[in-house]
């Protein structure tokens, strides 16, 4: 049976491979083919000299940094004390950590900037109106980091959920406590290094979503990457195409080195077994 079934599976993964590549392949081919003066890299010679570039990737990266932060400081003290405390209420965190899926971001948005105009018409007079003011500042937007841990919630839960399945988390604590450590100290010394390759699968998906997010940032009038990208599709297309092109390779990139760095740890383990 696993004989028969092997050609199909080339099958599927070759026309899995023509899905993806081939309009990879056509964007490139754009970025390159200009007609009447043949093949040129302008356009991605272009790119570091761009206005805004920079400025918007450097942007998304601070936030991305930031929400990989809180997301994970905010969930993985919660997850563990659920698999440890409180089972019983799983099904209700994850119900919780799912509705990021359900509501449409063009909602989610409208409802984030209805408080932010609520807020400064009714509270001028109160010291929550600087709150307001702090985190709306472009240089630093912290609403879009706070909207980012919400809709990065499905992504980390799920993440952090498989990881701590694949051991015995109860028994570790236990261990950590019956050695004298406290709470924190046994989370940190005995969870986290277990929970590593959750941590760092939570962490690429979290980089993933933020680097690509447009509905949000755009609707409250902020330019990070992506959004600088669809202004300069406007204007330079192949740039606009270009600039997406090596940001889908680089983010090949970082998942092919996470999925090598979890091999590693794997073969590893076993040779010491």
């Not at 965190?93 to 449409?104: A, H, I, K």
């Not at 940190?188 to 993933?208: C, Q």
């Amino acid at each position: 049976m696993a004989r028969r079934l092997t050609p199909w599976r080339w099958v599927v993964l070759g026309l899995a491979a023509l899905y993806f590549l081939v309009p990879l392949a056509a964007s490139a081919v754009f970025t390159v083919d200009v007609p009447g003066q043949g093949v040129t890299f302008d356009a991605y010679t272009k790119i570091l000299s761009a206005d805004g570039f920079l400025s918007s990737l450097l942007l998304s990266l601070e936030l991305a940094v930031a929400t990989i932060v809180v997301v994970l400081l905010l969930m993985v003290p919660a997850v563990v004390a659920l698999r440890l405390g409180s089972p019983r209420l799983r099904p209700v965190v994850e119900v919780v950590c799912s509705l990021p899926l359900v509501v449409p971001p063009i909602a989610f948005v409208a409802g984030i900037a209805t408080v932010l105009k609520w807020g400064p018409e009714h509270l001028s007079r109160t010291p929550l109106f600087e709150t307001f003011v702090v985190i709306q500042n472009d240089r630093f937007p912290v609403v879009l980091v706070l909207a980012y841990v919400v809709m990065a919630l499905p992504f980390v839960y799920r993440a952090l959920d498989a990881g701590l399945r694949a051991m015995d988390v109860r028994t570790l604590v236990e261990a950590a406590r019956s050695c004298g450590a406290s709470w924190p100290k046994a989370l940190v010394r005995a969870v986290l290094p277990n929970l590593r390759g959750a941590l760092l699968n939570a962490s690429f998906l979290t980089l993933a979503l933020v680097l690509g997010e447009f509905t949000v940032s755009h609707l409250l009038g902020y330019t990070p990457f992506a959004v600088w990208i669809y202004n300069v599709g406007g204007e330079q297309a192949q740039m606009s195409v270009a600039v997406s092109v090596l940001s889908l390779l680089v983010t090949w990139a970082l998942l092919l080195a996470l999925a090598g760095a979890g091999g590693g740890r794997d073969r590893t383990a076993n040779s010491r077994g």
